[in-house]
Structure formats: C-alpha cells, structure tokens
C-alpha cells in the first residue's frame, strides 16, 4: 500500500507531497524531496513529531498509516544522518552514497550505506546472469 507524505519546510513555507512504499529506504525519500525542491540531500534534516529520522531506518517504522507528516530542517553544516552528530571533515564523507558522517558512523558498515548494497546487489545479479548464459551454453553442448 502506497503511503503520501506531506513534507513541510517551515523556513521554505513549503509543503510538498510525495507517494513512496512504506519499505522506501530514507536515502531514497531525501532524493525525491530533493528533485522537487532542490534541496540537497545533505542538507535534509527528517523528523516525524519531533523525532529524528535515521538515513538507516525503514519508513514503516514511523508511519502506522497511509499518510504522515513529514518535519524538513534544513541544516547549513551537515549533520551525522544517522545519530544527527556533527560530522568530521573529510574522512566523513563517504564516497559512495556521498553523505557526510560523524567518527562513528563513517565506513560504510557503520551506516548501512544504502549505496554500497546496490552495488553488491547489481554484483549479485551479474554473477547469476552469467552463470545462467552459462547453464544455457552447457544445455547446448550437452544436446549436441
Ligand atoms: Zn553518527
Ligand atoms: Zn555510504
């Protein structure tokens, strides 16, 4: 079931609505927030009733319905998106799902990277396509 978010950013005065699964990843919500209202996902500070939202939580963890209220901050440094800390220069930055992170939070270990499983995924899914063409090659030569 499709769940609609209303996101409201008071210091835009804005309010936008985006439908996404209950099983959307937050990452994934932040660029949809993003194409619509060119704010970087960075700079996206989520909350639901006051309560931080986590790059590394699920959507259906805060939404019981098929409608939530969405709280947008916007944030002029980046913030850990995971424990909202501040983050360390550099080394926080992770160079595959491009957020800033604090000391804890930086390998792509510590905060689930988002990125670094699609990666794993798609590698997945190759390995599997080939080893299918090579099944179907195997079948050839076997009826020959
Ligand atoms: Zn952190
Ligand atoms: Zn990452």
Same mark, same amino acid.
């Given at each position: 079931?499709?769940?609609?978010?209303?996101?409201? &950013?008071?210091?835009?005065?804005?309010?936008?609505?985006? +439908?996404?699964?209950?099983?959307?990843? $937050?990452? %994934?919500? #932040?660029? !949809?927030?993003?194409?619509?209202?060119?704010?970087?996902?960075?700079?996206?500070?989520?909350?639901?009733?006051?309560?931080? &939202?986590?790059?590394?939580?699920?959507?259906?963890?805060? +939404?019981?319905?098929?409608?939530?209220? $969405?709280? %947008?901050? #916007?944030? !002029?440094?980046?913030?850990?998106?995971?424990?909202?800390?501040?983050?360390?220069?550099?080394?926080?930055?992770?160079?595959?799902?491009?957020?800033?992170?604090?000391?804890?939070?930086?390998?792509?270990?510590?905060?689930?990277?988002?990125?670094?499983?699609?990666? !794993?995924?798609?590698?997945?899914?190759?390995?599997?396509?080939?080893?299918?063409?090579?099944?179907?090659?195997?079948?050839?030569?076997?009826?020959?």
């Amino acid at each position: 079931m499709p769940v609609c978010i209303t996101v409201e &950013i008071p210091s835009d005065e804005l309010k936008i609505d985006i +439908v996404v699964s209950p099983t959307t990843s $937050i990452p %994934l919500i #932040k660029h !949809k927030i993003h194409e619509q209202t060119d704010i970087p996902s960075k700079q996206q500070c989520l909350s639901v009733n006051d309560i931080f &939202i986590k790059n590394t939580d699920k959507l259906e963890n805060y +939404v019981k319905e098929d409608k939530c209220l $969405i709280t %947008l901050k #916007k944030m !002029k440094k980046p913030r850990c998106p995971v424990c909202n800390k501040k983050t360390v220069l550099l080394v926080g930055d992770c160079s595959y799902c491009k957020y800033s992170y604090c000391s804890q939070h930086r390998l792509p270990e510590s905060h689930d990277c988002s990125h670094i499983n699609e990666c !794993k995924e798609s590698q997945y899914k190759k390995n599997s396509d080939l080893l299918l063409s090579q099944k179907c090659v195997g079948d050839k030569v076997n009826s020959l």
